[in-house]
């Protein structure tokens, strides 16, 4: 007779694959699985599903590692699913599980069935699935890992009855490891090298995945080898490359036509590690200038699959790039022939609005370039930015150039309410990792309510978060869509009566709301040494930027 459950055998799976800590909001259908939680495990409460699931890809994405997320069956899923949209395109490995009704009534659908439990979440996950059999459980958990991981990384998802968990099982599971690169077709490369090689000014477009890969080495060395041009590619998510580097010229319009005159006089570009192109908005124009070949090599077929032009090579970005700097040939012309004028704006796809614009707004008020120029200033080694603040990317970028890897990160998905959560897993990563790096969050007023309660699990955890909210009192970014979709009188717009300082001190954290830019520097260098979040309210000078 068997002495182990499916619980028991799962939970000794999940300590062989390291999934030992959650993330997530229980409700009634999952506290069959966490009932005797392992004192080896660590469970971190979100107040809200989407908060926990971008708590879990910011910790993934910190750690490097695949993260285990936990909601309610089909209502807790349908709060997660703005953020699972952007894990998903953050390519973040996740593992969600959804508790499902007792398996004895499921056929009436009672209260809190989710009733197609492997259709709601898609099509953001790779894989869903709800085991028919008790028995199947610890396997569906080996087989969502492996599908997390391989790539294109991503999330997957698992609807589990509430009745099987105490079920008789003999284990252990089947363990089963998987590769998480795939090598590059060698003959294909070669056909790249060699059209690289004989380029006159080629142009080399990283996207997140490079840094995702540890590829920022491999990156420099390629372009340096080549002599080219470095764009990062439009809206990417993470940087891919130095930004202070005398080869890079910015981030890439995410318009088709403004980002086809940003490659004009360029004869051959690269694509790697990103889509070919995230746009938005629509601008006309043609893909490509006249006589510009494009490469593309991505891990993700569907990615390659859907590109409006281009000649495509599936495999691992990094793994690729490194093979690339042995392939080609370094040109006998100067290195910097194919130079273009850096963008001053860097990798925001889209300028500012005065980029010449002297200190001071109105009335005493700073402007966002202001904040960003004061915080440059206190900006201590190794620090991680996280940003939520559309309409001031540009200045933001400009004063805070990223030199080091894996020290940017924002949302693939454009969704508001993504990075104020993901802030909080990524300083937990770094604690856990033992790295320990400094975290910073620069987000709007607009974005701040999003997924405002994710501020609790920072300061039940004492995580050394500096949050700098700016309140110019409306959705800047949408006023800046009125103006290019030409849609004046749009209502909502306007966001007046919020207090942030009372918002964050009701979750625990220290607040503040500071106008003085020399206070406003003592008070993150305070925080920043601090044993918990500080939220901390500077009110800006509304400006409307332009989006291309």
């Known amino acids: 007779m068997a002495t182990s459950t499916v619980r028991t055998v799962t939970h000794d799976l999940l300590r062989k694959l390291g999934l030992t800590t959650f993330f997530g909001n229980p409700g009634s259908t999952e506290e069959t699985f966490l009932k005797d939680f392992p004192a080896d495990f660590t469970y971190h409460l979100a107040l809200q599903e989407a908060s926990a699931i971008a708590i879990a890809d910011g910790y993934a994405q910190a750690t490097g590692k695949p993260a285990l997320v936990n909601v309610h069956t089909a209502a807790g899923l349908g709060n997660a699913m703005g953020n699972l949209i952007t894990a998903s395109l953050n390519k973040t490995p996740l593992i969600i599980t959804a508790?499902?009704?007792?398996?004895?009534?499921?056929?009436?659908?009672?209260?809190?069935?989710?009733?197609?439990?492997?259709?709601?979440?898609?099509?953001?996950?790779?894989?869903?699935?709800?085991?028919?059999?008790?028995?199947?459980?610890?396997?569906?958990?080996?087989?969502?890992?492996?599908?997390?991981?391989?790539?294109?990384?991503?999330?997957?998802?698992?609807?589990?009855?509430?009745?099987?968990?105490?079920?008789?099982?003999?284990?252990p599971a089947v363990l089963r490891t998987v590769s998480r690169r795939g090598a590059p077709d060698l003959d294909r490369l070669r056909e790249f090298a060699d059209i690289l090689s004989k380029a006159s000014a080629p142009a080399l477009i990283y996207g997140a995945a490079i840094d995702r890969g540890q590829g920022w080495p491999a990156a420099v060395a390629l372009a340096e080898k080549l002599g080219g041009t470095v764009f990062a590619a439009p809206a990417s998510e993470r940087c891919p490359?130095?930004?202070?580097?005398?080869?890079?010229?910015?981030?890439?319009?995410?318009?088709?036509?403004?980002?086809?005159?940003?490659?004009?006089?360029?004869?051959?570009?690269?694509?790697?590690?990103?889509?070919?192109?995230?746009?938005?908005?629509?601008?006309?124009?043609?893909?490509?200038?006249?006589?510009?070949?494009?490469?593309?090599?991505?891990?993700?077929?569907?990615?390659?699959?859907?590109?409006?032009?281009?000649?495509?090579?599936?495999?691992?970005?990094?793994?690729?790039?490194?093979?690339?700097?042995?392939?080609?040939?370094?040109?006998?012309?100067?290195?910097?022939?194919?130079?273009?004028?850096?963008?001053?704006?860097?990798?925001?796809?889209?300028?500012?609005?005065?980029?010449?614009?002297?200190?001071?707004?109105?009335?005493?008020?700073?402007?966002?370039?202001?904040?960003?120029?004061?915080?440059?200033?206190?900006?201590?080694?190794?620090?991680?930015?996280?940003?939520?603040s559309p309409s001031n990317l540009a200045d933001l970028h400009r004063h805070w150039p990223i030199t080091e890897p894996e020290t940017f990160f924002?949302?693939?998905?454009?969704?508001?309410?993504w990075n104020l959560p993901a802030s909080v897993g990524i300083a937990l990563?770094?604690?856990?990792?033992?790295?320990?790096?400094?975290?910073?969050?620069?987000?709007?007023?607009g974005s701040f309510q999003y997924s405002v309660q994710s501020l609790w699990t920072a300061a039940q955890n004492k995580l050394p978060i500096v949050f700098i909210v700016l309140r110019n009192g409306?959705?800047?970014?949408?006023?800046?869509?009125?103006?290019?979709?030409?849609?004046p009188g749009v209502p909502g717009l306007d966001i007046?009566?919020?207090?942030?300082?009372?918002?964050?001190?009701?979750?625990?954290?220290?607040?503040?709301?500071?106008?003085?830019?020399?206070?406003?520097?003592?008070?993150?260098?305070?925080?920043?040494?601090?044993?918990?979040?500080?939220?901390?309210e500077v009110p800006i000078d509304p400006s409307i930027p332009p989006l291309i």
């Open 474 to 487: 409306e959705y800047g970014i949408l006023k800046s869509f009125a103006v290019l979709e030409e849609t």
């Open 496 to 536: 007046p009566g919020l207090d942030i300082v009372r918002l964050a001190e009701g979750y625990g954290c220290a607040a503040e709301r500071i106008v003085d830019l020399d206070a406003l520097k003592a008070r993150v260098t305070q925080g920043f040494a601090g044993d918990g979040p500080v939220v901390i």
């Open 99 to 171: 508790g499902q009704q007792t398996r004895e009534m499921l056929l009436m659908e009672p209260w809190l069935t989710n009733v197609d439990a492997t259709q709601l979440p898609r099509p953001w996950v790779k894989w869903a699935y709800e085991p028919a059999r008790p028995e199947d459980v610890p396997g569906a958990f080996m087989r969502a890992y492996a599908t997390a991981m391989q790539a294109p990384a991503g999330p997957v998802f698992l609807s589990l009855p509430l009745d099987d968990w105490d079920k008789p099982l003999d284990g």
């Open 429 to 445: 990563g770094e604690r856990d990792t033992g790295r320990g790096r400094p975290v910073i969050v620069v987000i709007g007023d």
């Open 241 to 388: 490359f130095p930004e202070t580097h005398p080869l890079y010229a910015g981030g890439l319009p995410f318009a088709i036509g403004p980002l086809c005159a940003r490659l004009k006089g360029h004869d051959v570009a690269i694509v790697i590690g990103a889509p070919v192109f995230r746009y938005y908005p629509y601008v006309a124009g043609d893909y490509l200038p006249q006589g510009t070949r494009l490469l593309h090599i991505s891990d993700d077929p569907a990615e390659t699959a859907r590109a409006p032009v281009g000649d495509s090579l599936v495999a691992d970005p990094v793994l690729s790039t490194r093979a690339l700097i042995d392939l080609v040939k370094a040109p006998a012309r100067p290195a910097t022939a194919s130079r273009v004028a850096p963008a001053p704006h860097r990798m925001a796809p889209h300028p500012a609005r005065h980029p010449d614009q002297p200190p001071g707004g109105v009335d005493g008020v700073p402007t966002a370039a202001d904040v960003f120029a004061a915080l440059a200033e206190v900006r201590p080694a190794h620090c991680v930015l996280v940003e939520e």
């Open 410 to 417: 924002t949302f693939a998905s454009g969704g508001l309410g």
